[in-house]
Structure formats: structure tokens, C-alpha cells
């Protein structure tokens, strides 16, 4: 059984910071990539980030030069550092963790259950 938990969401000011953290637990599981996505209020999940287990990132767009991903492989642990923050990165932001199960090569995602981060103006 695999757990992915996050935490460190909040309410701040436009042009403040946050930092949200996931942790994958449980045993027998090895770690491809994690990633967090975020959904507004009315709107689709959508990708914020991610990072691979060899440090690889990739970043949505309206993120980019704001955010930062980063990783403790030892921890399995992801960080998402955020900077700059506009009222439109308010939303729920999930965590996802791509895992295989002991030597499958199959791989599969989990989710956390979301962190609520709103961004007043």
C-alpha cells in the first residue's frame, strides 16, 4: 500500500511565497517521477510541474521562473517552492507519484488527496 500525503498550503498575499511538500510512503515501491497538478474552482486538473528520479523537471508555462520543483530521493519526498504568487494560482494542488511495485515494469500513479492554496489580491 502506497500513501502519497501533502502538505503546506495556506492563504497569502499576491506577490508572497509558499512551499508545499508530498511524501510517498509504504514499502517495496520505487519512484519514477512525482509531480504536482493543481484544479481551480470550475476548471480542469492541470499540470504544474514535475521532476524525474534523475532530477529531469518540466514546468506548465505560466509557472515557469515562479515555481521550482525539487527532490529528497532518500525522503521521498517533492517540493514545490512558489514564488511570486498570483490570485490565479489559487486552487487545490495534488501531488502524484509514478511508482512500480517491487520489479514490475509496470508503473502506476497515485494521488494525494489536495492542498488548498488561495491567493488573495
Known amino acids: 500500500q502506497v500513501k502519497v500525503v501533502e502538505s503546506g498550503g495556506g492563504l497569502v498575499q499576491a506577490g508572497g511565497s509558499l512551499r508545499l511538500s508530498c511524501a510517498a510512503s509504504?514499502?517495496?515501491?520505487?519512484?519514477?517521477?512525482m509531480g504536482w497538478h493543481r484544479q481551480a474552482p470550475g476548471k480542469q486538473r492541470e499540470l504544474v510541474a514535475t521532476i524525474t528520479i534523475d532530477g529531469r523537471t518540466n514546468y506548465a508555462d505560466s509557472v515557469k521562473g515562479r515555481f521550482t520543483i525539487s527532490r529528497d530521493i532518500g525522503k521521498n519526498t517533492v517540493y514545490l517552492q512558489m514564488n511570486s504568487l498570483k490570485p490565479e494560482d489559487t486552487g487545490v494542488y495534488y501531488c502524484?507519484?509514478?511508482?512500480?511495485?517491487?520489479?514490475?515494469?509496470?508503473?502506476?500513479?497515485?494521488w494525494g488527496q489536495g492542498t488548498q492554496v488561495t491567493v488573495s489580491s
Open positions: 509504504g514499502s517495496g515501491f520505487s519512484i519514477n517521477a
Open positions: 502524484n507519484a509514478d511508482i512500480r511495485m517491487g520489479y514490475s515494469v509496470n508503473q502506476y500513479r497515485y
